[in-house]
């Protein structure tokens, strides 16, 4: 059974900084993407970066370069958001997603096919 489970989510002041963390198990890790996403009330769930945990190869939405590094722990299969300067528009639930070719529904971004989510952690930016 894959589970995706996140943390770090938290209340800041703009300018502040965060770090999300995302353990994955019962998942094929290696040479797959992994991404996180946010949904903020009353929107769509958009992608904010994704990784190819095969090579390190990255990418970023373009309202977050530059103030956004994902990572990961290949040997703790654990895929990090580090984000820093956050700013008034970005709180939201932050998800962590992996690919999941073969599965039904499919949230297609770069080159990733994501079909597996976890439950989202809430980011709060105060003003």
């Known amino acids: 059974q894959v589970q995706l489970v996140e943390s770090g989510g938290d209340s800041v002041q703009a300018g502040g900084s965060l770090r999300l963390s995302c353990e994955a198990s019962?998942?094929?890790?290696?040479?797959?993407?992994m991404g996180w996403f946010r949904q903020a009330p009353g929107k769509e769930r958009e992608p904010v970066a994704a990784?190819?945990?095969?090579?390190?190869?990255?990418w970023y939405t373009d309202f977050v370069k530059g103030r956004v590094t994902i990572s990961l722990d290949n040997a703790e299969n654990t895929v990090y958001l580090q984000m820093d300067n956050l700013k008034p528009e970005d709180p939201a639930t932050y998800y962590c997603?992996?690919?999941?070719?073969?599965?039904?529904?499919?949230?297609?971004?770069?080159?990733?096919?994501?079909?597996?989510w976890g439950q989202g952690t809430q980011v709060t930016v105060s003003s």
């Open positions: 990784i190819f945990t095969g090579g390190g190869n990255t």
């Open positions: 997603a992996g690919e999941g070719r073969g599965l039904p529904r499919l949230l297609y971004w770069v080159d990733c096919a994501f079909g597996y």
């Open positions: 019962g998942y094929t890790y290696k040479s797959s993407c």
